[in-house]
């Protein structure tokens, strides 16, 4: 579970200069009288990037916007300093709609910049924000990264609210693992020291929280305590305090003083209360029941847990739903009434299974994040090759037509130049379109390139192929980030190469499910025998790659796949991050194919059967029901008819 208090300081830094003192911003208002009487010049720019930062908070979009205009003028004009920030000013606008990959892209657009600059300060900034982002995202390898970065850069410009902001990052993300919460504390400790040096209160609130939980997550309740009561002193006033006196409650409710733990989760609650903080009511709620509970006030517990289940349900706070639904069915069960106890048991696995799908969504979202923000750079590259080839090509036109106007000596010479800037652009084109043809099937990139749009297909007949790994998740907690990218990256690169072989269309990858077609763009009569055997190809790898790993004793994938053939559209979807799929009911019954089907085996429907028997033994399984399809024929493909 990611810190409260560490995550929120990541932040506190990073916006500093956008939300600094009121008193010394220029209100909205001010601004814009500001613009309509300033020209186009780096005062105009610096005014732009102070007003889209007034947006932050109430509107992104519009600060996006703003940001964007600044971004503008400041490359006319060539000012350097306005242009770092007005690329920066539209990452955080991303961020704060949610729009990660949009924000890490602008804000590593905006570390160029500032390395060009030779701004040190900017550059430690967009290191922290980027490694935010990816910590948000569950990427510690990655976040760990590129804090340690700006870190070291923030030392040796002796920025201290910047070594302050990282120290509690990557404390924040060595506090992830119990095995490393003493890497945790040193982090902490640096940063609570550095705090007191400068006698920031917010920043030893904020370090003192931190220590304050790892010496409780340490069981070292006495020292907790020190640094929990410091940090409650350093927030008074603040909507920080509830949190940390919860915890002091929890290491009352340890240390059996009940009383204590009441009185401080009462405190919390009524603190949350006035400020109307739900999540920090909620978990004081939760804190105040648990010590009723344990004092054996149990119908005080119960009424605690149902006022902390309201609030909880109305933000959707699963954790906190989830420990109430435990305290209640202990609650229960202690006063022997087993048949309420029994209700929220059954409500306590299901908001589990819930909280399991969070964490496994939250894990594939990882693997998806890095995904689209590797995808969105090619293209990004793509285009700026794109522009990079059309200048090119405009130089050589003039040169062209200044040959001419030049002596025949001179025409030679630009006949040379004219030959290598030829050789030259044919090479880029070449990557060019090599990168496009990774993306989009060869035909849909060719009238892509040649119109400007590709309109969608419809194709009468199609053979939809899905995979998925059946024991993915459990493999996963087992690997390492980079092992278990590696890990996936090994198994889809031989899917690719066996699709490749028989022609088939990649169509995407979603977290640990791939999906092909055969039969498009260029449709044909093979295709349904072309992805059984792709498929049978498929899950031998897997299965000879199961017995590798098993030998050596290190986690291994197995494998469900599906098949289903019938009519599809198919297209470009969007304006921009183009992606080519597929659509229809036959797509939905290829997914499950393979939601019902067994590990090691290729399930196909009736449909496919028809046109594979004669060249496929196949076992039928039956009338097999399929989630929202009712029931459906399906087949295992046992192997190639001799």
């Not at 070291?152 to 410009?157: A, G, P, Q, V, Y």
């Not at 009424?303 to 435990?326: P, S, W």
């Not at 050589?396 to 200044?402: A, M």
Request: with cysteine; hydrophobic share 35%; proline share 1%.
């Amino acid at each position: 579970m990611i810190n409260k208090y560490c995550l929120p300081v990541l932040f506190v830094f990073l916006f500093l200069f956008c939300f600094g003192q009121r008193a010394a911003c220029n209100d909205v208002d001010s601004l814009k009288r500001l613009l309509a009487t300033t020209v186009h010049d780096t005062t105009r720019v610096n005014l732009l990037n102070e007003l889209s930062k007034q947006y932050f908070n109430d509107k992104p979009d519009t600060s996006i916007i703003i940001a964007a205009s600044s971004r503008k003028l400041a490359e006319q004009i060539n000012f350097r300093t306005g242009l770092a920030l007005a690329i920066k000013n539209m990452g955080i606008g991303y961020y704060l709609q949610g729009k990660y990959k949009d924000a890490v892209i602008h804000w590593q657009q905006a570390l160029e910049v500032y390395k060009q600059n030779g701004d040190e300060k900017g550059v430690a900034n967009m290191l922290s924000n980027q490694g935010a982002v990816y910590f948000a995202q569950g990427d510690d390898v990655k976040a760990f990264e590129l804090y340690l970065e700006s870190l070291k850069i923030s030392e040796k410009i002796g920025d201290t609210l910047r070594i302050l902001t990282s120290l509690n990052n990557i404390g924040g993300v060595y506090l992830n693992k119990p095995a490393t919460y003493k890497k945790a504390l040193e982090y902490f400790q640096r940063s609570y020291n550095l705090s007191r040096a400068i006698n920031d209160q917010y920043t030893i609130g904020t370090s003192s929280v931190n220590l304050g939980e790892t010496y409780y997550k340490m069981g070292d309740d006495k020292t907790a305590l020190i640094y929990l009561n410091e940090s409650v002193k350093a927030y008074e006033g603040t909507e920080n305090l509830p949190y940390s006196l919860n915890y002091i409650g929890r290491v009352y409710v340890r240390q059996k003083k009940y009383d204590s733990a009441v009185y401080t989760h009462m405190k919390a609650y009524e603190y949350a209360k006035n400020l109307d903080t739900k999540l920090d009511m909620t978990q004081s709620l939760v804190g105040l029941a648990q010590a009723y509970l344990a004092q054996g006030n149990f119908n005080s517990s119960i009424d605690a847990y149902k006022r902390a289940l309201q609030v909880g349900r109305e933000l959707n706070a699963v954790t906190e739903i989830k420990d109430a639904y435990e305290g209640l069915t202990d609650a229960y069960a202690s006063m022997s009434d087993y048949s309420n106890a029994f209700n929220y048991q059954k409500l306590l696995l299901a908001i589990k299974d819930t909280i399991y799908n969070i964490n496994t969504d939250k894990k594939l979202g990882t693997l998806q994040f890095t995904f689209d923000l590797e995808k969105k750079e090619s293209q990004i590259s793509l285009l700026n090759k794109d522009k990079e080839i059309q200048q090119q090509e405009i130089r050589r036109q003039k040169i062209v037509r200044n040959s001419f106007i030049g002596g025949f000596g001179i025409v030679l010479l630009f006949a040379m130049v004219f030959f290598k800037q030829r050789n030259k652009i044919s090479k880029e084109k070449k990557r060019s379109d090599e990168l496009l043809l990774n993306i989009l099937p060869e035909e849909t990139a060719e009238e892509l390139k040649a119109t400007g749009t590709a309109k969608a297909k419809s194709f009468d007949l199609v053979s939809v192929l899905f995979t998925d790994f059946k024991n993915f998740t459990q493999a996963s907690e087992k690997l390492s980030p980079e092992e278990l990218v590696s890990e996936i990256n090994y198994c889809y690169s031989e899917f690719d190469r066996i699709i490749q072989k028989y022609g088939i269309e990649k169509i995407k990858t979603i977290g640990d499910s791939y999906m092909c077609a055969g039969g498009l763009p260029t449709q044909n009569n093979t295709h349904a025998h072309d992805v059984v055997a792709a498929g049978l190809e498929m899950v031998a790898f897997i299965e000879q790659n199961k017995k590798e790993k098993i030998a050596k004793g290190i986690p291994f994938f197995e494998l469900r796949l599906g098949i289903n053939t019938g009519p599809v559209v198919a297209g470009i979807v969007g304006i921009k991050k183009f992606a080519y799929d597929i659509w229809g009911d036959t797509v939905n019954t290829a997914s499950r194919m393979e939601s019902s089907g067994e590990i090691g085996r290729v399930n196909i429907s009736g449909n496919t059967y028809e046109l594979v028997k004669d060249k496929f033994a196949c076992t039928h399984r039956g009338k097999i029901e399929a989630k929202n399809k009712g029931v459906i024929d399906m087949y295992f493909v046992d192997g190639v008819l001799n």
